[in-house]
């Protein structure tokens, strides 16, 4: 099924607003891990121009809404409303010299860490973890349809890697909802340990500089393995379903510059 055959039905029923990932200017939409079926610059949700994982046409219809839906709850539930001044005075931290670096407050919030990389992930996994506890709450018809689908994609991408996968296995419990008991491994008693912290610490009324703070409290005990191990294998969530705060800040800076020039 390709974008236009069914984008109508979205864009006339939903509060989003949805073009084709071919429309994104210049090559904003390369990241890392898989490549995307869906981004978001903060006022556009891009889509892949055509999805055909499944043989019927339904499904792949299902898919583009169900992803529209996931990542317009970002926008909805604050993911990208992150305030780097407030979570570090919260922490007890100094605040970073806003002149010594450049981007979005997330970013700026990952290069406070040794592994840049493997503090997004980390926050990638709780802040969609966040946010399906709120949607199991305000939308529970959504949860109980898209995580299922979600973990299922996840389990078959999963099959035939090697490497470490601590992070994978991380994001299928905390940000899919995957029961515990559906895999093991030697690693599984750090799992239950920093799951036992996102539960603990993280629940439908909480926000999203609460994830910031869960992100610095857990590194040391995910960074840890990795020192003695090898680096993780970087997260890689199903359909490309990264978050991109780089999008956000880039398409606020240039509605910035085309206010100035009013």
Partial sequence: ??????????????????????????????????????????????????????????????????????????????????????????MGLPP????????????????????????????TVFEQGRIRRILTRVYPGLARSAFPFLIAAASQAAHGENGPDLLARLYRRVALGEDPAAGSGPD????????ARFRERITAESGVNDVGMLVHAVYPMVQRPAECHGPLKPLSPPFGRSLRPDLRFSAHLEVERLAGRI
């Fill in 188 to 195: 599984s008693g750090l799992l239950d340990a920093v799951e």
């Fill in 1 to 90: 099924i390709v974008f236009g055959d069914w984008s109508s039905d979205v864009c006339s029923s939903d509060l989003v607003s949805v073009r084709p990932l071919s429309s994104m200017p210049g090559s904003r939409a390369v990241g890392t891990g898989e490549a995307p079926l869906v981004v978001s610059d903060g006022r556009w949700i891009y889509l892949a121009d055509e999805i055909s994982l499944f043989p019927r046409r339904e499904e792949n219809r299902d898919l583009y809404k169900c992803l529209v839906r996931l990542e317009s709850a970002h926008t909805e539930f604050g993911t990208f409303d992150f305030d780097l001044e407030r979570t570090l005075e919260a």
């Fill in 96 to 123: 970073v010299d806003p002149e010594a670096a450049e981007g979005s407050d997330l970013e700026r919030f990952f290069r406070i860490f040794p592994d840049p990389g493997l503090a997004r992930d980390l926050f």
